[in-house]
């Protein structure tokens, strides 16, 4: 499997930003598909999830019901739609994929090459 992101960019706090990320398999449903950030200087961390049937989660703390992931079969992709950004929102965003039912950063099959996110204040 393969994904490359897009959608990245300078926004200032409080805009929306939309990423998308193109999946490149022939088997899309065998993936649980996700984002996960890394600030400078800190540790990638899972933001949002979404399994092969549509169950979605979240990192509650960081996100708190501003961010929605979604996936269409149709077009092999995964989106994140990320709205109310706020400065510490300010990260390489990375698209992951996943067999293992598991979002911890050692559990991920494949990543994306990242995409940044800044947010000024």
């Known amino acids: 499997v393969q994904l490359v992101e897009s959608g990245g960019g300078l926004v200032q706090s409080g805009a929306s930003l939309r990423l998308s990320c193109a999946v490149s398999?022939?088997?899309?449903?065998?993936?649980?598909l996700g984002w996960f950030r890394q600030a400078p200087g800190k540790e990638r961390k899972f933001v949002a999830g979404?399994?092969?049937?549509?169950?979605?989660?979240y990192d509650e703390d960081s996100v708190k019901g501003r961010f929605t992931i979604s996936r269409d079969r149709r077009k092999n992709t995964v989106s994140l739609q990320m709205n109310s950004l706020k400065p510490e929102d300010t990260a390489v965003y990375y698209c992951?994929?996943?067999?293992?039912?598991?979002?911890?950063?050692?559990?991920?099959?494949?990543w994306g090459q990242g995409t940044q996110v800044t947010v000024s204040s």
């Open positions: 398999t022939d088997t899309f449903d065998s993936y649980d």
């Open positions: 992951a994929a996943t067999t293992s039912g598991y979002w911890s950063t050692r559990n991920v099959d494949a």
């Open positions: 979404i399994t092969w049937n549509g169950n979605s989660e």
